[in-house]
């Protein structure tokens, strides 16, 4: 149990749509990343967000934004969805650079 | 883009044997983790590696981070059922924009 948790479980949208995806972390956690991991492979680093600005990003386009509140959660916005963004989303949080710790995800299905 | 290369991709070995899983890049990195995830769930972290050269151990799993920084070994001995799952490998870096970087995953099945 990593007291990482995520809304909501599973959601399906229409292409064009925006969703937007919830984290919340344990206190402390100053850190927050979003991953995108698709059926059979390894999660792709979407970004970091570090005292509630982003801290790098991964290869993916600007219609895939972040925020991080002072209440150590995140939202992760994805504008004009495509069909090859059905994926596991994935949020993960942590103490130091490069200790994170992995919500259970949200299934995004785009129709 | 690829940098972390993970072998074997899949592995369906007995109860009992050993096996070892490889993680390889051109990158350095500045630490390395290894993750593991069942279905539908997120991956749960098994070991951080820093230094070049390090050795982990946890019960039967031993971890390796070669001494370049740019590859590193998962070794399970004796391996059990409940070691069935997908193995990933994420390296670190400080610095560029691509702060982690996943590998391509191994997954494991241990059969009865």
Not at chain 1, 54 to 74: A, D, K, T, V
Not at chain 1, 83 to 104: I, K, M, R, W
Not at chain 2, 81 to 99: E, N, Q, V, W
Request: aromatic letters at 12%; a neutral charge; proline letters at 4%.
């Amino acid at each position: 149990e990593t007291g990482v948790t995520q809304s909501p479980t599973h959601l399906i949208k229409t292409r064009g749509q925006q969703v937007t995806l919830r984290c919340s972390s344990q206190s402390g956690h100053n850190t927050v990343s979003w991953y995108q991991q698709a059926l059979g492979q390894g999660p792709q680093f979407i970004f970091q967000y570090y005292r509630e600005e982003e801290n790098g990003r991964g290869n993916f386009p600007p219609r895939f934004s972040g925020l991080q509140f002072p209440n150590y959660s995140s939202e992760l916005n994805v504008n004009a969805l495509e069909l090859d963004d059905s994926a596991l989303y994935l949020c993960a949080t942590g103490t130091v650079s490069y200790e994170q710790y992995f919500g259970p995800g949200t299934r995004l299905t785009v129709t | 883009t690829q940098l972390l290369e993970q072998s074997p991709q899949f592995l369906s070995i007995q109860e009992g044997e050993n096996l070892t899983v490889y993680c390889n890049s051109s990158s350095v990195f500045s630490s390395l983790q290894w993750y593991r995830q069942e279905p539908g769930e997120g991956p749960v972290l098994l070991v951080t590696v820093v230094t070049g050269g390090e050795v982990k151990k946890l019960k039967r799993l031993t971890f390796q981070f070669g001494d370049a920084r740019k590859d590193s070994s998962l070794h399970i001995t004796a391996a059990q059922t409940g070691d069935t799952g997908l193995y990933l490998c994420a390296g670190y870096r400080t610095s560029g924009t691509y702060k982690y970087i996943f590998g391509t995953g191994t997954r494991l099945k241990v059969l009865a």
